[in-house]
């Protein structure tokens, strides 16, 4: 399967000598992508390091992989002191020369410019976030792809896949219970059916990924020449009864033709301290502002906000983007709230054309854990509105920006998922509440991050819910779906779609048509989970003169939605807005508001958004006709 010629890209080649390495090159070749460089960064011969970033055991014979897969190869030997920044996001040590990821952009800066036309960086992370984050963090400041195609890959799956696509590597180094040093030098084919038994009985990673052992390539087929050892030795670093810790130490080794022929090495080998770090990326410019005027309005209860904000004037998505944004920072001042607090954001577009307009200048205002996003066309009379969901809470983020198999790679400003973990006493002991809330997902394949546009709205959306279940499986999250908001194209019916049990089974589901949504997809599904509490459903019908308001509210310790489905007789004004009254009036510690109005009705009711007296209020023009719909969150901590 090819990617479109447009994202066939050429490679640069992260190596550490072991099998997942050598296997995502593999899949870079599978997805249309050329592998044109590699680069290594390794230990001083028969040192083994606690490196939190790097293989450190056999490395050294990873400097004969340039004749392996006769390509250029690009070593950095790494300082005998290594720093690195201990959370889960990486933040600058002390010394640029020690750390261990400044050290990896130094090199990778030196083969970016040695190699313009590579545009993207692989590397063999299959459950390490911490290593993941570091390597899109390199990437994204030098406008690098990362692809990581075995991340969040099923580990028995993987190594299968490895030996049937005739991985030759053996375990150069073991660390965990069931394994010890007669295990070295053995073939991955050979110690498959033990590490299945051990993940079995003791939870083993069969893949390595808890650090149980390490791997050393010996052939592959992209290799054009082997790999022999000729002299071992084994090192007993920690000879504990349980779990021994051993390596090979490869005293000398060969490179074997495979046909006949004879490689030469070409290999560019630098010392920490001899690459510059410095890198000026090319920025695009911001649009000039002219004079734009913003309308914001705020909601607020307890540990959350809202804030929504919309131009009064018909500009340039870009211009308004940003002018919204400023507007946004000035807002978080006044509530003593910072950009760092957002933890969801709707846009809503007035031409889906101009969203890449819009998505640079809104990059530039969030870092590296941005908030879960939702975004789609409906008609309004400004370019952009923004509405932002808010809280003082800590939040965890969730923010793959590396093309793999597993789910849509967020590369953009925006994560797949926010966390927000909520701790209260109960008879003494603290349990913990969590709210999550998962960003947009349509229905892009993953390892191509194409569309295709001929798959059928309902397999759109079955497509886009099973990539929610991913992100909420590698959070590790159990809960309950208290509201989604499914939109679908201007011409899907959607009534004939059927909404996933699990999605639906407690929870509120609205399902709306819009004019678009981006790169043209047929459903896009946001939701909000909550895990640690119960979900209560109460369903309640108001009679209102000349209609009837069916009210549904879906109510959890942390959040709750009350949803009104508006049948109206008549056109008539009056009964529009006694509709809004009866509403309104049964939350008014109300935090968002959410109107949804067929086309007709817009037209017909006149009102502005701030004539709400609680909290925020969209007003949101709908595809569907004879649709009215009145949407309240509440957050309650």
Same mark, same amino acid.
């Given at each position: 399967?090819?990617?479109?010629?447009?994202?066939?890209?050429?490679?640069?080649?992260?190596?550490?000598?072991?099998?997942?390495?050598?296997?995502?090159?593999?899949?870079?070749?599978?997805?249309?992508?050329?592998?044109?460089?590699?680069?290594?960064?390794?230990?001083?011969?028969?040192?083994?390091?606690?490196?939190?970033?790097?293989?450190?055991?056999?490395?050294?014979?990873?400097?004969?992989?340039?004749?392996?897969?006769?390509?250029?190869?690009?070593?950095?030997?790494?300082?005998?002191?290594?720093?690195?920044?201990?959370?889960?996001?990486?933040?600058?040590?002390?010394?640029?020369?020690?750390?261990?990821?400044?050290?990896?952009?130094?090199?990778?800066?030196?083969?970016?410019?040695?190699?313009?036309?590579?545009?993207?960086?692989?590397?063999?992370?299959?459950?390490?976030?911490?290593?993941?984050?570091?390597?899109?963090?390199?990437?994204?400041?030098?406008?690098?792809?990362?692809?990581?195609?075995?991340?969040?890959?099923?580990?028995?799956?993987?190594?299968?896949?490895?030996?049937?696509?005739?991985?030759?590597?053996?375990?150069?180094?073991?660390?965990?219970?069931?394994?010890?040093?007669?295990?070295?030098?053995?073939?991955?084919?050979?110690?498959?059916?033990?590490?299945?038994?051990?993940?079995?009985?003791?939870?083993?990673?069969?893949?390595?990924?808890?650090?149980?052992?390490?791997?050393?390539?010996?052939?592959?087929?992209?290799?054009?020449?082997?790999?022999?050892?000729?002299? @071992?030795?084994?090192?007993?670093?920690?000879?504990?009864?349980?779990?021994?810790?051993?390596?090979?130490?490869?005293?000398?080794?060969?490179?074997?033709?495979?046909?006949?022929?004879?490689?030469?090495?070409?290999?560019?080998?630098?010392?920490?301290?001899?690459?510059?770090?410095?890198?000026?990326?090319?920025?695009?410019?911001?649009?000039?502002?002219?004079?734009?005027?913003?309308?914001?309005?705020?909601?607020?209860?307890? &540990?959350?906000?809202? #804030?929504?904000?919309?131009?009064?004037?018909?500009?340039?998505?870009?211009?308004?983007?940003?002018?919204?944004?400023?507007?946004?920072?000035?807002?978080?001042?006044?509530?003593?709230?910072?950009?760092?607090?957002?933890?969801?954001?709707?846009?809503?577009?007035? /031409?889906?054309?101009?969203? @890449?307009?819009?998505?640079?200048?809104?990059?530039?205002?969030?870092?590296? &854990?941005?908030?879960?996003?939702?975004?789609?066309?409906?008609?309004?009379?400004?370019?952009?509105?923004?509405?932002?969901?808010?809280?003082?809470?800590?939040?965890?983020?969730?923010?793959?920006?590396?093309?793999?198999?597993?789910?849509?790679?967020?590369?953009?400003?925006?994560? @797949?998922?926010?966390?927000?973990?909520?701790?209260?006493?109960?008879?003494?002991?603290?349990?913990?509440?969590?709210?999550?809330?998962?960003?947009?997902?349509?229905?892009?394949?993953?390892?191509?991050?194409?569309?295709? &546009?001929?798959?059928?709205?309902?397999?759109?959306?079955?497509?886009?819910?099973?990539?929610?279940?991913?992100?909420?499986?590698?959070?590790?999250?159990?809960?309950?779906?208290?509201?989604?908001?499914?939109?679908?194209?201007?011409?899907?019916?959607?009534?004939?779609?059927?909404?996933?049990?699990?999605?639906?089974?407690?929870?509120?589901?609205?399902?709306?048509?819009?004019?678009?949504?981006?790169?043209?997809?047929?459903?896009?599904?946001?939701?909000? #989970?909550?895990?640690?509490?119960?979900? /209560?459903?109460?369903?309640?019908?108001?009679?209102?003169?000349?209609?009837?308001?069916?009210?549904?509210?879906?109510?959890?310790?942390?959040?709750?939605?009350?949803?009104?489905?508006?049948?109206?007789?008549?056109?008539?004004?009056?009964?529009?807005?006694?509709?809004?009254?009866?509403?309104?009036?049964?939350?008014?510690?109300?935090?968002?508001?959410?109107?949804?109005?067929?086309?007709?009705?817009?037209?017909?009711?006149?009102?502005?958004?701030?004539?709400?007296?609680?909290?925020?209020?969209?007003? #949101?023009?709908?595809? @569907?006709?004879?649709?009215?719909?009145?949407?309240?969150?509440?957050?309650?901590?």
């Amino acid at each position: 399967r090819l990617l479109p010629a447009k994202l066939n890209m050429d490679v640069i080649c992260l190596v550490s000598g072991g099998k997942d390495s050598s296997y995502v090159m593999i899949k870079c070749l599978e997805y249309g992508h050329t592998p044109v460089v590699l680069v290594n960064l390794y230990e001083e011969s028969g040192s083994e390091k606690d490196s939190w970033m790097y293989q450190t055991v056999g490395t050294d014979i990873v400097e004969l992989y340039s004749q392996c897969y006769e390509l250029p190869l690009y070593r950095l030997k790494l300082p005998s002191k290594l720093t690195h920044s201990d959370g889960l996001e990486y933040g600058k040590t002390d010394d640029p020369d020690t750390d261990e990821v400044e050290l990896l952009y130094k090199i990778l800066l030196k083969v970016k410019t040695d190699f313009p036309n590579a545009k993207a960086v692989c590397s063999g992370a299959i459950l390490s976030n911490y290593q993941r984050l570091r390597v899109e963090h390199v990437c994204d400041r030098l406008s690098l792809v990362s692809l990581a195609y075995l991340w969040e890959g099923n580990q028995r799956d993987l190594l299968s896949s490895m030996i049937e696509n005739n991985i030759k590597a053996i375990l150069c180094k073991v660390a965990s219970m069931g394994l010890n040093e007669k295990h070295l030098g053995k073939d991955i084919s050979e110690m498959y059916p033990i590490l299945t038994d051990l993940n079995d009985k003791f939870g083993v990673h069969v893949c390595g990924e808890g650090g149980e052992y390490e791997s050393l390539t010996l052939d592959s087929p992209l290799f054009k020449n082997r790999l022999v050892i000729d002299e @071992q030795n084994i090192i007993m670093h920690d000879n504990n009864e349980f779990a021994p810790v051993c390596y090979l130490d490869v005293v000398k080794a060969h490179v074997e033709s495979k046909d006949g022929t004879e490689a030469k090495p070409i290999i560019f080998d630098y010392n920490y301290d001899e690459l510059d770090g410095n890198y000026t990326p090319t920025n695009e410019k911001l649009p000039t502002i002219e004079n734009i005027s913003v309308r914001t309005s705020y909601g607020s209860g307890g &540990s959350f906000n809202c #804030i929504f904000l919309y131009a009064l004037e018909l500009q340039s998505a870009d211009d308004t983007a940003t002018i919204l944004l400023e507007s946004l920072q000035d807002g978080l001042e006044k509530i003593n709230r910072n950009m760092d607090d957002i933890f969801f954001c709707n846009i809503y577009m007035r /031409n889906m054309n101009e969203f @890449q307009d819009v998505n640079k200048v809104y990059k530039s205002y969030f870092g590296e &854990s941005p908030p879960a996003r939702a975004c789609f066309q409906v008609k309004q009379d400004t370019s952009v509105k923004l509405e932002f969901y808010i809280t003082n809470i800590p939040r965890k983020t969730l923010h793959v920006q590396s093309i793999s198999e597993w789910a849509p790679a967020c590369i953009g400003p925006y994560s @797949q998922a926010n966390q927000i973990n909520i701790f209260k006493e109960v008879d003494g002991y603290e349990e913990v509440v969590k709210l999550v809330v998962l960003a947009g997902q349509i229905a892009i394949d993953p390892p191509t991050m194409e569309l295709d &546009s001929s798959i059928p709205c309902q397999d759109q959306l079955d497509l886009a819910h099973l990539y929610q279940e991913r992100v909420l499986n590698s959070l590790k999250i159990n809960g309950e779906y208290i509201l989604s908001n499914i939109y679908f194209g201007p011409e899907e019916h959607v009534d004939e779609i059927i909404i996933p049990p699990i999605v639906e089974s407690n929870g509120q589901v609205n399902k709306f048509n819009v004019q678009n949504l981006p790169k043209n997809a047929k459903a896009e599904i946001q939701s909000f #989970i909550v895990e640690g509490v119960d979900i /209560n459903k109460i369903v309640q019908e108001h009679n209102i003169e000349n209609g009837t308001v069916v009210t549904t509210t879906t109510s959890s310790e942390i959040m709750s939605v009350i949803h009104s489905n508006v049948s109206l007789l008549d056109n008539n004004e009056e009964n529009f807005f006694s509709m809004l009254d009866y509403h309104l009036n049964l939350n008014k510690d109300s935090l968002i508001h959410q109107l949804y109005l067929s086309e007709e009705y817009a037209n017909l009711f006149h009102f502005e958004e701030e004539d709400f007296q609680y909290g925020t209020c969209m007003v #949101i023009t709908i595809n @569907q006709p004879n649709t009215i719909v009145f949407q309240t969150i509440q957050f309650h901590m």
